[in-house]
Each structure stands twice: as C-alpha cells, then as structure tokens.
C-alpha cells in the first residue's frame, strides 16, 4: 500500500505535463490555421502600417519585434 501511495506524485506529474503539452499544441494548431498572420515581409520591408494612435504603435512595435 505504501509504493502505491508513493507512486501517486509522480504519476500526477506525468498526467499534468501532458496534459499542458497537449493544451500547448491545441493553441499552436489554433493560431495556425486561423490565418491571422500577414505575409512574411520581403527583405527589410515591413509589412505594418503607419500606427495612427498610440495603441496601434504599441502593437505593431510588439509585431515587429517577434521572432
């Protein structure tokens, strides 16, 4: 009963880093074929537009900046 009860954590830490893995993958899947992504920029070029607020330059300097 002893090894059954010690065999618990470490079996609960499988199941849960699986269970991440597999939410992991779910969303990489999701935000791949949503097809939200614009084109890849052509050397050099960037493919945002002028930000007009300021909310639009935060989030197109956080676009540019992704790998």
Known sequence: MAALVAALPPVALVLSLETLMGLVRRSREHRAGT????????????????????????VSAYLSARP
């Not at 992504?37 to 002028?50: L, M, T, Y």
């Open 35 to 58: 097809g939200n992504r614009q084109a890849e920029p052509s050397h050099g070029q960037c493919p945002h537009q002028v930000a007009m607020t300021a909310d639009e330059a935060v």
